[in-house]
């Protein structure tokens, strides 16, 4: 009977813990998110406004080529890639003005691709 009883026990557990996954993963999907799209040599939205505390998703994509999207306040970056999309988090817990640049060489205008994120308190 007890090995019996473990053994219910268990799947029990492991249930909760899944349930807690999805918990999370819903409210991540709740976030707002902002498409950003790359293209040589400029971003779509090349200013984001954003309010300090609320997490956002930004999903990027590109519309020639890959480009990168290099936001070095936040440690985040990642690659623009036409015809995915690539999502990064961005959990903004300071104000200010935080520039972002692409960092994968794309041509002549490389050197201006940037854009900037605000944050608002
Ligand atoms: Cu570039």
């Given at each position: 009977?007890?090995?019996?009883?473990?053994?219910?026990?268990?799947?029990?557990?492991?249930?909760?813990?899944?349930?807690?996954?999805?918990?999370?993963?819903?409210?991540?999907?709740?976030?707002?998110?902002?498409?950003?799209?790359?293209?040589?040599?400029?971003?779509?939205?090349?200013?984001?406004?954003?309010?300090?505390?609320?997490p956002?998703?930004?999903?990027?994509?590109?519309?020639?080529?890959?480009?990168?999207?290099?936001?070095?306040?936040?440690?985040?970056?990642?690659?623009?890639?036409?015809?995915?999309?690539?999502?990064?988090?961005?959990?903004p817990?300071?104000?200010?003005?935080?520039?972002?640049?692409c960092?994968?060489?794309?041509?002549?205008?490389?050197?201006?691709?940037?854009?900037?994120?605000?944050?608002?308190?």
């Amino acid at each position: 009977m007890r090995p019996l009883l473990s053994r219910r026990c268990a799947p029990a557990a492991i249930c909760a813990a899944l349930a807690l996954a999805g918990l999370h993963a819903s409210s991540a999907a709740d976030e707002p998110v902002i498409r950003v799209t790359a293209r040589k040599f400029e971003y779509d939205t090349p200013e984001i406004i954003l309010k300090k505390g609320v997490p956002v998703t930004i999903e990027l994509t590109s519309l020639d080529r890959v480009h990168g999207f290099n936001l070095p306040d936040f440690k985040t970056r990642a690659d623009a890639i036409p015809g995915m999309v690539t999502r990064v988090r961005i959990v903004p817990d300071k104000a200010g003005t935080f520039a972002f640049f692409c960092d994968v060489f794309c041509g002549d205008g490389h050197e201006e691709m940037a854009g900037k994120i605000v944050v608002k308190d």
